[in-house]
């Protein structure tokens, strides 16, 4: 990478402890203005490197970062804005389903059974303690599971270093999501936050890096 590509990864980087450190500290205005900050700047990075090098790839994978930040933003107010964040995000897998699903002749079914086995899991796990999310949770773990295994199936096709990236940040969304289901409808925990956020970003991070 270049030094000024080095030099914006670690602006993110640092926007992204102050985002995740604010998470814990006693005045959240440091995390309400870091986390979306981050994104923007992931935003940001994303677009120098489709205005560079345009294609309809890059323009889905920036389209899904907008919609993203527009979830991050709804799940930092208060809890009844969950079902519109939801939304936001299902919107933005849509994005980069679309994005992983170019270049690709015949996928492997393979990889697909196996994460969502995982999925499945994840959800029986959820199951007792989702109530009235049941269906919108469902929809989105099966949305996030083909985003991740369209991600793995470009890799394996073009085997390249961009779709090593985005095959990367996939596992790492899916992992991050995971990790925050987990706390916000089975059993909250302490370093919750600095996982999923921390995973999160990465993840919005390598997807950018990908275009």
């Not at 394996?156 to 987990?182: H, I, K, P, R």
């Not at 302490?190 to 999160?200: D, F, R, S």
């Amino acid at each position: 990478m270049s030094l000024d590509l080095w030099l914006a990864v670690l602006v993110i980087f640092i926007s992204a402890v102050f985002a995740i450190t604010g998470k814990y500290g006693k005045k959240r205005f440091i995390h309400y203005a870091f986390k979306p900050l981050t994104m923007i700047l992931i935003i940001s990075l994303a677009w120098e490197r489709v205005t560079a090098w345009p294609s309809v790839y890059g323009y889905l994978i920036l389209s899904g970062l907008c919609v993203s930040l527009f979830g991050d933003i709804f799940l930092m107010l208060p809890p009844r804005y969950f079902r519109p964040g939801l939304l936001a995000f299902l919107a933005a897998q849509v994005l980069y389903i679309i994005a992983f699903s170019r270049d690709l002749q015949t996928p492997s079914v393979l990889p697909l059974f196996i994460i969502l086995a995982y999925g499945a899991a994840v959800y029986l796990f959820l199951f007792g303690s989702l109530g009235k999310y049941r269906w919108p949770v469902l929809v989105y773990i099966l949305a996030i599971s083909a985003m991740a295994w369209l991600a793995f199936n470009r890799h394996q096709a073009l085997l390249e270093m961009e779709s090593l990236l985005a095959m990367v940040g996939a596992g790492l969304f899916l992992f991050s999501d995971t990790l925050n289901a987990v706390n916000r409808f089975k059993k909250p925990f302490k370093a919750a936050q600095a996982l999923i956020l921390g995973t999160y970003f990465a993840a919005q991070l390598l997807f950018a890096l990908s275009v």
